[in-house]
């Protein structure tokens, strides 16, 4: 198949030199469907109903009451590195590698849909009533529900880790399809949970189309569809929220004088795409998102590079979507995202596998957190915006060479708490040998 792509960004991809790809479109009108503040606000309302209800589920968060959040981390030690010189404004970090119970940003989108789907039954079958205290679907009554109903998805790690344990927790059968990148580790914690884990051959696409696929020939089941579902959306873009909230907290203001600009791994899209729009509802033409994507999976890259909305995969145009970076290694980006992304994306800038090794150690031996590879992928970002020739180029456009020194970069470091140390000490060798 021919790509409806620019010939000399075709040859940069091809041959997985890494760039910083810079959207036309940002600007563009938004597509009617996209999710409004108002259905944002009501997934943040829900995972605060339902903090009490986790709070009983996992002793983890008595601590916190419940709340699924990460903390903010000042990055400026991380960006006096000298791979970084020249990176002007100040450096945060969001630590959604350590989010609670499932240790990665898909907490998230996954534990709000999961949530949302058991109020839902347990509204249709009466067991709650709306004003009720959520705690209840924790009762006897909404468990002996819960069992009777499975609930299904396919991954290539972490949604699965997420989905499934919050879903075993309340107490549905739990069913979790893996891609052929997931980790050992990570398909035997779920099993140690109860969750029933299916082992594929092929890649992300084949275990979502899989899970699809046994989900709709049972009326008891319920399938969360990564490439597709709003409240997957809606509960990353959240997120939004809460962040705007710590920044203030932090005598950070975002406007015209003090530009924001936010870079995020991405999978499928869903989780940066939530979190870049639930950003943009609040912060407008000041916040500006960046994506990080391997250059072998630049799924979201390649399909907003090509103008339209017929899907155009990674392997269309001769990439093997073969990573390191589990949570990224998506051949296709989501029809749900891209069209968001469309309008809303400043731009994509590419990594190779061995710097997610090497930016990661640096996020360990400056920051003291230990991140997976894909966590890593987006620590490049403000070197792109201020020192390549592209994000100069960005800059100018947008008029903001001058408030640079005023702007606020943002890394999100999405996953990495759950994985073992063995597994840390080898990524940590791995950066170590490539530093030489
Ligand atoms: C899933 C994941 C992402 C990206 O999320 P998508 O919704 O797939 O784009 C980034 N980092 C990690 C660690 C992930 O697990």
Same mark, same amino acid.
């Given at each position: 198949?021919?790509?409806?792509?620019?010939?000399?960004?075709?040859?940069?991809?091809?041959?997985?030199?890494?760039?910083?790809?810079?959207?036309?479109?940002?600007?563009?009108?938004?597509?009617? /469907?996209?999710?409004?503040?108002?259905?944002?606000?009501?997934?943040?309302?829900?995972?605060?109903?339902?903090?009490?209800?986790?709070?009983?589920?996992?002793?983890?968060? @008595?601590?916190?009451?419940?709340?699924?959040?990460?903390?903010?981390?000042?990055?400026?030690?991380?960006?006096?590195?000298?791979?970084?010189?020249?990176?002007?404004?100040?450096?945060?970090?969001?630590?959604?590698?350590?989010?609670?119970?499932?240790?990665?940003?898909?907490?998230?989108?996954?534990?709000?849909?999961?949530?949302?789907? @058991?109020?839902?039954?347990?509204?249709?079958?009466?067991?709650?009533?709306?004003?009720?205290?959520?705690?209840?679907?924790?009762?006897?009554?909404?468990?002996?529900?819960? @069992?009777?109903? /499975?609930?299904?998805?396919?991954?290539?790690?972490?949604? %699965?880790?997420?989905?499934?344990?919050?879903?075993?927790?309340?107490?549905?059968?739990?069913?979790?399809?893996?891609?052929?990148?997931?980790?050992?580790?990570?398909?035997?914690?779920?099993?140690?949970?109860?969750?029933?884990?299916?082992?594929?051959?092929?890649?992300?696409?084949?275990?979502?189309?899989? %899970?699809?696929?046994?989900?709709?020939?049972?009326?008891?089941?319920?399938?969360?569809?990564?490439?597709?579902?709003?409240?997957?959306?809606?509960?990353?873009?959240?997120? @939004?929220?809460?962040?705007?909230?710590?920044?203030?907290?932090?005598?950070?203001?975002?406007?015209?004088?003090?530009?924001?600009?936010?870079?995020?791994?991405?999978?499928?899209? +869903?989780?940066?795409?939530?979190?870049?729009?639930?950003?943009?509802?609040?912060?407008?033409?000041?916040?500006?998102?960046?994506?990080?994507?391997?250059?072998?999976?630049?799924?979201?890259?390649?399909?907003?590079?090509?103008? +339209?909305?017929?899907?155009?995969?990674?392997?269309?145009?001769?990439?093997?979507?073969?990573?390191?970076?589990?949570?990224?290694?998506?051949?296709?980006?989501?029809?749900?995202?891209?069209?968001?992304?469309?309008?809303?994306? /400043? +731009?994509?800038?590419?990594?190779?596998?061995?710097? !997610?090794?090497?930016?990661?150690?640096?996020?360990?031996?400056?920051?003291?957190?230990?991140?997976?590879?894909?966590?890593?992928?987006?620590?490049?970002?403000?070197?792109?915006?201020?020192? /390549?020739?592209?994000?100069?180029?960005?800059?100018?456009?947008?008029?903001?060479?001058?408030?640079?020194?005023?702007?606020?970069?943002?890394?999100?470091?999405?996953?990495?708490?759950?994985?073992?140390?063995?597994?840390?000490?080898?990524?940590?060798?791995?950066?170590?040998? !490539?530093?030489?």
């Amino acid at each position: 198949m021919s790509a409806p792509l620019p010939p000399a960004l075709l040859a940069t991809l091809q041959v997985r030199q890494p760039l910083l790809w810079l959207n036309p479109q940002l600007g563009s009108a938004l597509p009617a /469907s996209a999710p409004t503040a108002q259905q944002v606000q009501a997934a943040a309302a829900r995972l605060q109903r339902c903090a009490g209800l986790l709070a009983m589920l996992f002793p983890e968060l @008595a601590a916190t009451q419940g709340q699924i959040e990460s903390a903010l981390h000042d990055a400026s030690a991380l960006y006096a590195q000298p791979p970084y010189h020249g990176v002007q404004g100040r450096c945060w970090l969001k630590g959604d590698h350590a989010l609670p119970v499932a240790g990665s940003i898909k907490a998230r989108g996954g534990f709000h849909e999961v949530l949302a789907h @058991a109020e839902t039954l347990a509204l249709q079958h009466g067991v709650i009533q709306p004003e009720d205290d959520r705690r209840l679907l924790a009762s006897p009554d909404a468990r002996a529900l819960f @069992a009777r109903h /499975s609930v299904v998805v396919g991954s290539t790690g972490n949604l %699965g880790l997420s989905i499934g344990i919050m879903a075993a927790a309340l107490g549905f059968q739990a069913v979790v399809h893996m891609s052929v990148e997931a980790k050992e580790w990570k398909k035997a914690r779920l099993r140690q949970r109860g969750v029933t884990v299916v082992e594929h051959a092929g890649d992300y696409a084949a275990a979502v189309a899989a %899970g699809r696929a046994t989900a709709e020939a049972d009326p008891n089941s319920y399938f969360v569809d990564d490439e597709h579902s709003l409240p997957l959306l809606l509960g990353y873009a959240a997120a @939004a929220a809460a962040l705007a909230a710590q920044l203030a907290a932090q005598g950070v203001t975002v406007d015209a004088a003090h530009p924001l600009f936010v870079y995020l791994p991405c999978g499928v899209g +869903g989780a940066p795409g939530g979190i870049a729009h639930g950003m943009k509802l609040l912060f407008g033409p000041h916040v500006h998102c960046f994506f990080a994507e391997p250059v072998a999976s630049p799924c979201m890259l390649v399909q907003l590079a090509s103008g +339209g909305d017929a899907p155009l995969s990674v392997y269309d145009i001769g990439l093997d979507n073969r990573t390191e970076a589990d949570g990224l290694a998506v051949g296709l980006a989501s029809p749900l995202v891209a069209p968001l992304m469309r309008a809303e994306l /400043s +731009g994509v800038f590419t990594v190779g596998d061995d710097d !997610l090794f090497r930016q990661r150690l640096l996020v360990e031996d400056h920051c003291a957190m230990a991140v997976e590879p894909s966590a890593a992928a987006a620590v490049a970002g403000p070197h792109w915006l201020c020192n /390549s020739p592209a994000g100069q180029a960005y800059l100018a456009a947008h008029g903001l060479q001058g408030q640079l020194a005023d702007s606020h970069h943002l890394i999100w470091t999405t996953g990495g708490a759950l994985v073992p140390a063995e597994e840390h000490q080898r990524f940590r060798q791995r950066g170590l040998l !490539l530093q030489g």
